[in-house]
Nanobody, 122 residues
Framework: QVQLVESGGGLVQAGGSLRLSCAAS????????MGWFRQAPGKQREFVIG????????NYADSVQGRFTISRDNAKNTVYLQMNSLKPEDTAVYYC???????????????WGQGTQVTVSS
């Protein structure tokens, strides 16, 4: 079992930045690929960004490339999402997720956090 807890969400103006953190406990964090997803009201959960076990490889949704970055600290069992140049359309609940073998589909991920709200005002 892996428990995931997100933090760092909040309200920010368009063009601003936020950094989300996801702290993991339980089984060896470094054996999991990690991803961030988001879900806006009335929309399906969508992939945002992911990182492999070592942290050497990342993949992005087109909508966030160049603005969002993901990193992980396996010594601290934490993954981070740095969000810059935020837009109102980035408003959503952001979830971190862990997968033994995961890429960009939600059903590939085994464990999920409870989510943190990000609201970007125009």
């Amino acid at each position: 079992q892996v428990q995931l807890v997100e933090s760092g969400g909040g309200l920010v103006q368009a063009g601003g930045s936020l950094r989300l953190s996801c702290a993991a406990s339980g089984r060896a964090f470094s054996t999991y690929a990690m991803g961030w997803f988001r879900q806006a009201p009335g929309k399906q959960r969508e992939f945002v960004i992911g990182i492999n076990r070592s942290g050497r490889s990342t993949n992005y949704a087109d909508s966030v490339q160049g603005r969002f970055t993901i990193s992980r600290d396996n010594a601290k069992n934490t993954v981070y999402l740095q969000m810059n140049s935020l837009k109102p359309e980035d408003t959503a609940v952001y979830y971190c997720a862990a997968a033994l073998w995961g890429n960009s589909r939600p059903d590939e991920y085994d464990y999920w956090g409870q989510g943190t709200q990000v609201t970007v005002s125009s």
